[in-house]
């Protein structure tokens, strides 16, 4: 009997020493946050003491590693840092799968002013009446934006974490539709006369819940990478960049070749998911060379220097809301959008925590700080000349709102103070 008291006692001292290991480990992310992160926190509007005595409380309660990184996954959502996350753990998380895929419904939505909208619908679920252009009602039996901010929620806790609202309620609209494979999903729709229906769809649809840019972009485009380009029906010249890699200077070259005689060019940087590359050799494309224009200076031979329009949205991230702040903030395009880009785009730092469990990567300072009058992007995003909302109309005919008003821009010209450019010197 003594052994087993003795034994009981030992298992007790032992949790307690784990409990305060965890304590610590809070602690020290919570102080570590808010004297790294604290110029980001007061950009983005954030009440960090609320979060400190959210999650300190709840700290009290963890018992298990794996509850510990739980805890440290949900502190993350709650530091709104679309960058952040644990980049090594000594916790495996539980096996939820149970050898599911992790997928969506076919189905993307947007937010166009007080309205959710079907932005996309594939395959099956196209095949079960789901449109573009329909309004949805009500998700799961919730209305759909009370669902999508539960959802937003939701992911947050489980450690996504969005640099600003827009960015989150656009991962809601993608991501957050996604589940384990063959979980059920019901939408409520209305259609554009006004008719409702409801559709319960089964998540089937491997990993289509990333989103990859315009659903409706011109055809007969040619590709370089992961990158587009071709003429509009109109003669522009479009090119959409899904990335920013290293080489997308010489990938613009290639695609510039074939479309520098245009009469202006749509630069679509929708659902760029970001990367890196030399800025300047960028903005070096299109401006005439040795033309010198704000820190930029035209470097290559083969140069477009036309009028040029910028789209973006939510899904704009990182490098790719840097190259949309080179041609913002100089003044050489117009740039639109049915919102600011993502906010997501910083200089990064890592930590590890007391216990050595985790190490955690976070943002502690914004890039591009001439942006948004010197605020940075991080916690803001690239702001639009121009807030083109998606039109449920043209959504229903197949029809892309943002490049249709690119086209007219480019052809009608340019509203007042937002295109400084007006071409190589004479």
């Not at 990184?69 to 840092?81: E, P, R, T």
């Not at 970001?274 to 290559?300: I, N, T």
């Not at 490049?403 to 004479?426: H, I, M, S």
């Amino acid at each position: 009997m003594k052994k087993i008291v003795l034994a009981a006692l030992a298992a007790a001292s032992l949790l307690h020493g784990a409990e305060e290991v965890y304590l610590k480990d809070i602690a020290f992310l919570l102080d570590a946050f808010e004297q790294q992160a604290g110029g980001l926190m007061k950009v983005k509007g954030m009440d960090w003491q609320r979060v400190r005595e959210d999650f300190s409380g709840r700290a009290k309660s963890v018992k298990s590693h794996q509850e510990h990184l739980a805890l440290v996954h949900a502190l993350i959502g709650a530091l709104h840092d679309g960058h952040a996350g644990i980049v090594k753990s000594q916790v495996r998380p539980p096996d939820e799968s149970k050898g599911r895929r992790y997928t969506g419904p076919r189905v993307h939505l947007a937010i166009s002013g007080e309205k959710v909208l079907v932005r996309a619908a594939f395959k099956d679920a196209a095949d079960a009446g789901i449109r573009a252009g329909q309004e949805v009602i009500a998700v799961d039996g919730t209305p759909a934006c009370e669902w999508l901010d539960q959802r937003i929620a939701a992911m947050e806790e489980r450690g996504s974490s969005f640099s600003t609202r827009h960015q989150a309620l656009y991962a809601a609209c993608h991501w957050g539709l996604a589940d384990w494979e063959g979980s059920a999903i019901r939408f409520e729709l209305r259609k554009p006369g006004g008719e409702t229906f409801g559709v319960e769809k089964k998540r089937l649809g491997g990993p289509n819940h990333v989103p990859l840019g315009p659903v409706f972009p011109p055809s007969g485009l040619e590709s370089v990478g992961r990158q587009t380009f071709g003429l509009t029906p109109e003669g522009y010249a479009y090119i959409h960049l899904r990335d920013v890699p290293e080489n997308l200077p010489q990938q613009l070259d290639q695609m510039l070749a074939r479309l520098v005689k245009a009469p202006g060019l749509i630069l679509d940087l929708r659902a760029n998911g970001g990367g890196g590359c030399d800025h300047a050799a960028v903005m070096s494309r299109f401006l005439a060379k040795g033309q010198p224009w704000g820190y930029y200076e035209g470097a290559a031979d083969l140069n477009f220097t036309g009028p040029m329009v910028v789209i973006l949205d939510a899904g704009t991230r990182s490098a790719g809301e840097t190259v949309a702040a080179l041609f913002r903030e100089t003044g050489r395009a117009h740039v639109i959008g049915d919102s600011p880009s993502a906010g997501m785009s910083s200089r990064k730092t890592e930590v590890e925590v007391p216990s050595g469990l985790f190490r955690v990567r976070f943002s502690v300072a914004s890039n591009m700080t001439k942006s948004n009058a010197g605020r940075g992007i991080e916690g803001l995003g690239i702001q639009p000349h121009e807030i083109v909302p998606l039109n449920a109309t043209d959504l229903d005919k197949q029809k892309d709102t943002h490049l249709q008003r690119a086209v007219t821009l480019l052809r009608n010209g340019f509203p007042e103070d937002t295109v400084d450019y007006t071409g190589p010197p004479k």
